[in-house]
């Protein structure tokens, strides 16, 4: 099974920007379709973006469409969320995680998790 760990979480003003990395061990990600959730205290895990098998296709939530982009690359065995113009209701733990063959944006359709890296935007 794959090992999912998040990293480049960390404090910045609101209108900036990270780079967050999900990087697999155990198994190759250019297996798996990979995902980034978040949660914030007291709410649900919320879906983020999502990148297919080949990164050709991603899917965003409406709140950060525009603001975040999605990318794999599979030979670092890494995927990536570039967020830009962040604003303080981004501020959450963000995870990834990884399932076979297709893309779903509910928690609930993922098998493997990583344990998360907090993003906290200042105002």
């Known amino acids: 099974q794959v090992q999912l760990v998040e990293s480049g979480g960390g404090l910045v003003q609101a209108g900036g920007s990270l780079r967050l990395s999900c990087t697999a061990s155990?198994?190759?990600?250019?297996?798996?379709?990979i995902a980034w959730f978040r949660q914030s205290p007291g709410k649900e895990r919320d879906f983020v973006a999502v990148t297919s098998l080949s990164g050709d296709s991603t899917y965003y939530s409406d709140s950060v469409k525009g603001r975040f982009t999605i990318s794999r690359d599979n030979a670092k065995n890494t995927v990536y969320l570039q967020m830009n113009s962040l604003k303080p209701e981004d501020t959450a733990v963000y995870y990834c995680?990884?399932?076979?063959?297709?893309?779903?944006?509910?928690?609930?359709?993922?098998?493997?998790w990583g344990k998360g890296t907090l993003v906290t935007v200042s105002s």
């Open positions: 155990g198994r190759t990600v250019s297996t798996y379709v």
């Open positions: 995680a990884a399932r076979r063959r297709f893309i779903a944006t509910s928690s609930s359709e993922y098998n493997y």
